[in-house]
């Protein structure tokens, strides 16, 4: 194998680093990674040799992903997001996926709708896990269904042949996938932060 970068320990741990640094802007990402191969590379030509234990070296200087990521992370101006706990997370989640489902409970539906959707958007813009991109797109799909269902009960009501119930609880349905796809991000996204911070 001539090539140190394409060691398989050595694409591992480039791989790694790649994954956890999402979070940092595309040139500085970039720049990270022809650095840290750079380096690899200048390492392992001085090493003459390419087993295991060579790699595994030049490897272990450098540090591992985690630390890597954590202090590319600490030298990016503004915000950095800071995962908090399951819990809390497990109840911004819940709040955003039941808002919708909520607005059927007889009488008072509609309340527990709105409560449920302030309490989320409110949850979702103080925490520090999240940046500025994802709680923007979380906020357009929570606040979806107040435009998604009247259009989907205009639709269902024209296919349906008139505002029924049928027509209406088919509209909410439809328009409830909405928060959920934000549930489902916000949630992929949080479990991202958390392992590439414990690696």
Same mark, same amino acid.
């Given at each position: 194998?001539?090539? *140190?970068?394409?060691?398989?320990?050595?694409?591992?741990?480039?791989?790694?680093?790649?994954?956890? +640094?999402?979070?940092?802007?595309?040139?500085?990402?970039?720049?990270? &990674?022809?650095?840290?191969?750079? $380096?690899?590379?200048?390492?392992?030509?001085?090493?003459?040799?390419?087993?295991?234990?060579?790699?595994?070296?030049?490897?272990?200087?450098?540090?591992?992903?985690?630390?890597? +990521?954590?202090?590319?992370?600490?030298?990016?101006?503004?915000? $950095?997001?800071?995962?908090?706990?399951?819990?809390?997370?497990?109840?911004?989640?819940? !709040?955003?996926?039941?808002? &919708?489902?909520?607005? !059927?409970?007889?009488?008072?539906?509609?309340?527990? @709708?709105?409560?449920? +959707?302030?309490?989320?958007? %409110?949850?979702?813009?103080? @925490? *520090?896990?999240?940046?500025?991109?994802?709680?923007?797109?979380?906020?357009?799909? &929570?606040?979806?269904?107040? %435009? +998604?269902?009247?259009?989907?009960? %205009?639709?269902?009501? %024209?296919?349906?042949?008139?505002?029924?119930?049928?027509?209406?609880?088919?509209?909410?349905?439809?328009?409830?996938? !909405? *928060?959920?796809?934000?549930?489902?991000?916000?949630?992929?996204?949080?479990?991202?932060?958390?392992?590439?911070? @414990?690696?």
């Amino acid at each position: 194998m001539n090539d *140190p970068l394409a060691h398989p320990l050595v694409l591992a741990y480039l791989s790694s680093i790649e994954e956890r +640094t999402t979070a940092l802007p595309d040139a500085r990402r970039q720049e990270l &990674l022809a650095d840290l191969r750079e $380096h690899i590379e200048v390492a392992l030509a001085e090493s003459g040799t390419l087993d295991e234990t060579s790699v595994r070296r030049v490897l272990d200087q450098l540090g591992t992903p985690g630390e890597i +990521t954590a202090a590319a992370l600490a030298e990016e101006p503004g915000n $950095h997001p800071t995962p908090e706990t399951s819990r809390h997370t497990s109840i911004t989640l819940c !709040l955003a996926a039941l808002a &919708l489902p909520a607005a !059927l409970v007889p009488v008072a539906g509609p309340l527990l @709708s709105l409560a449920a +959707t302030v309490a989320a958007l %409110v949850r979702l813009w103080k @925490s *520090p896990q999240w940046v500025r991109r994802e709680k923007r797109q979380a906020t357009l799909l &929570l606040l979806s269904p107040v %435009v +998604t269902v009247p259009a989907f009960a %205009v639709i269902c009501s %024209v296919a349906l042949g008139g505002l029924t119930a049928i027509a209406l609880l088919t509209a909410l349905l439809l328009a409830a996938f !909405l *928060p959920v796809a934000a549930a489902v991000r916000l949630g992929r996204s949080a479990t991202r932060l958390r392992q590439q911070l @414990s690696w």
